[in-house]
């Protein structure tokens, strides 16, 4: 069963923190007369030498930045922006689907409003700003106005703050929407948008999703200067962190990847670079078990080193020295779930790669052999799994097993009653998605 890291940080946490207090919203109109007014203000010179002024230019800039998304609000339902957007009426609105997911767009003169199946606010993209990059050149303006008036320090740094989060709201936006160049560049901001008097600090989750996405791009210069900083500052991401580094920073990818499975054995981005590793570098991999065994003296009760021990032997073919350590998790925690994962998945995967072979092979006797050794694998898999299943208190993951589960039991409805019955009851919890 493959774990999914938690690459991006949810963009909903961000609605909890509360903009500066100078942030009024206006119409776009508004906000366009009042940003003018400011501007010609800081050309002014003898205002030019106020910090009253070069804040309340920093102010309007973030109202331009508002002011096309108006009162609507993340979260909003449809329902309550008939009555919040007033006269403001979409163009039009098609069904499109977003990262997998299917959302109703609506078109407005000056922005997009994407909704979830529930008809909630997920997206708002603006399409006529203002003012082009406001928020650049609002942390600008604060800058003036903190170099005028130190005073000014605590004001200025909340206003900081909510121009990081702004940022961060549109990189999720643009990363959602596929723009990942945007969303890249958003993240770089969100994370540096404090990096400044006074407040002097990183949003180090941030800067480690600009990474991410410049080395999703091929930028592995970028990505490899943002990683450092994340790794400089101890940010490790679960251990992406070093794994990704690894990938970019080849002068480094053994130190990387060592120093990373010492202080996150369970990452799977991790083990599998350093079998890569040990492998094209004719190292052997007797060095990875040599780092494990290192783990195992410092924490001989934890079932997880069995379980990654497993899974490393499972991606060297070892299959049965796989087995014992799978259910030598079992024998230190008797509910420690994932050992009988490990083993079922292995089994599992085993015969869908005898089953691949099958197919491909011409021979009607060796055909029937893999057959035989396909349908053995697949029944492997189901005791491991149901114990697995029966251990487990996370929905989600009873879920999962359920589809590997049903796969198998599928197999075998037609030869026993009792297959038939497991096949209708996983089949059940998949459709579902609810374990019983």
């Not at 079922?344 to 085993?350: E, K, Q, S, T």
Request: charged share 25%; glycine share 6%.
């Amino acid at each position: 069963m493959k774990r999914i890291f938690a690459v991006l940080a949810t963009a909903v946490v961000m609605l909890s923190i509360p903009a500066a207090a100078s942030a009024q919203t206006k119409t776009p109109a508004e906000a366009r007369k009042a940003l003018d007014a400011a501007v010609a203000a800081s050309l002014n010179e003898k205002k030019a030498a106020k910090a009253a002024t070069w804040q309340k230019l920093g102010q309007a800039y973030v109202s331009a930045y508002d002011a096309p998304a108006g009162n609507v609000l993340l979260g909003a339902s449809k329902q309550e922006l008939m009555y919040v957007m007033g006269t403001e009426k979409p163009v039009s609105q098609e069904q499109v689907e977003i990262a997998g997911q299917s959302m109703l767009k609506e078109v407005y003169a000056d922005k997009n409003l994407y909704y979830n199946e529930n008809l909630q606010v997920a997206i708002i993209e603006v399409t006529r700003p203002v003012e082009k990059n406001a928020l650049d050149k609002a942390i600008a303006a604060f800058e003036k106005c903190l170099a005028l008036d130190p005073k000014k320090a605590k004001e200025v740094a909340k206003e900081y703050e909510s121009i990081g989060n702004k940022y961060v709201k549109d990189a999720f936006n643009a990363y959602q929407l596929g723009d990942i160049k945007l969303a890249s560049d958003l993240f770089e901001k969100a994370g540096f948008a404090c990096d400044r008097e006074p407040l002097n600090k990183i949003d180090t989750n941030s800067v480690y999703n600009a990474g991410f996405t410049a080395l999703t791009l091929g930028e592995n210069a970028r990505a490899q200067k943002l990683l450092e900083k994340c790794y400089d500052m101890g940010y490790y991401s679960e251990g992406e962190v070093f794994a990704k580094l690894a990938a970019v920073d080849t002068l480094n990818t053994k130190k990387y990847l060592e120093e990373g499975f010492a202080a996150f054995p369970q990452n799977q981005s991790i083990l599998i670079g350093l079998i890569n590793y040990y492998l094209s570098h004719d190292e052997g991999t007797d060095r990875l078990f040599e780092l494990l065994d290192k783990a195992k003296v410092n924490e001989p009760d934890n079932p997880s080193l069995y379980y990654v021990e497993g899974n490393i032997h499972g991606q060297l073919g070892e299959i049965d020295q796989a087995v014992a350590s799978y259910r030598k998790c079992a024998e230190i925690d008797p509910n420690y779930e994932y050992g009988y994962i490990g083993e079922g998945v292995l089994y599992y995967n085993r015969a869908i790669e005898v089953s691949t072979k099958a197919q491909d092979e011409m021979d009607d006797n060796k055909y029937m052999l893999l057959v035989a050794e396909f349908e053995k694998d697949l029944q492997s898999c189901i005791e491991p799994f149901e114990k697995a299943y029966n251990l487990s208190k996370d929905n989600g993951i009873r879920v999962n097993i359920a589809e590997y589960l049903k796969n198998a039991f599928y197999r075998f409805r037609d030869q026993d009653p009792v297959y038939q019955a497991g096949y209708d009851k996983y089949n059940e919890i998949v459709r579902t998605g609810e374990a019983k």
